[in-house]
């Protein structure tokens, strides 16, 4: 539970956020997957021992480091470093020792879980929102780093974790015309012309569509 002493962080979810505050934070090393600007990190920083987000965005990278700085941080660390590419990710966090939480919003693959599993010790947990298979669904194409409920328990087992918490968050947007469909859809263009996703969202409208799916899959599981 989040208690009310708990803001939970612009852009994250309450759930979310309620899984991570349930684990004894207060002396873990946490390390935080695809960190981006930091937010989810620069948020966990109050409440753990030693915080550390790695993401292959150098320019990323740069803004966490300057707002832990800001906000006077002294136990948040930021790497430039590409999540699929270590084997695990020990010797990472604070005193170059083992995570004690993994966590990741938005940056999971089966890469990542598996590395995961090679770095968490027994009884330890990896956090993460991943998209779902739903997501944008009128585009008519998944992503290819979206899961079902199903293959996420799969890849977790492969990975020897136990999965104690799975749910999906949905948001149905829905529209009351194209153009206000197309509004909504607007900071995806570019993106989705380049994918072919564009094309078939088009579609979708001409043929009497009028919504937008948000759609993400909120897991924890333990290494066992």
């Not at 470093?81 to 966590?103: F, K, M, S, T, W």
């Not at 564009?198 to 979708?204: D, I």
Request: glycine fraction near 8%.
């Amino acid at each position: 539970m989040v208690s009310q002493t708990d803001s939970v962080p612009i852009g994250v979810s309450r759930s979310f956020w309620g899984l991570l505050m349930a684990e004894p934070l207060a002396g873990a090393s946490v390390l935080d997957i695809g960190t981006g600007t930091g937010r989810l990190a620069l948020a966990l920083a109050p409440h753990c021992r030693w915080v550390v987000g790695i993401d292959r965005d150098a320019e990323a990278i740069g803004e966490a480091v300057r707002r832990a700085k800001e906000r006077g941080l002294a136990n948040a660390e930021f790497a430039v470093l590409d999540a699929e590419g270590p084997e695990d990710y020990e010797n990472l966090v604070g005193e170059r020792r083992r995570p004690d939480l993994i966590v990741a919003h938005l940056c999971v693959s089966d890469r990542i879980i598996q590395s995961s599993g090679r770095s968490l010790e027994a009884g330890h947990a990896l956090a993460f929102v991943a998209f779902h298979v739903d997501q944008w669904r009128e585009t008519g194409r998944r992503s290819r780093f979206a899961y079902d409920e199903d293959r996420a328990r799969r890849v977790l087992a492969g990975a020897g974790f136990a999965v104690e918490h799975l749910e999906v968050e949905q948001e149905v947007q829905r529209f009351d015309s194209v153009e206000a469909a197309l509004a909504a859809a607007i900071g995806l263009q570019e993106r989705w012309k380049a994918d072919g996703r564009w094309f078939h969202y088009m579609r979708f409208l001409e043929e009497g569509g009028r919504t937008l799916t948000r759609s993400h899959l909120i897991v924890k599981a333990r290494k066992t």
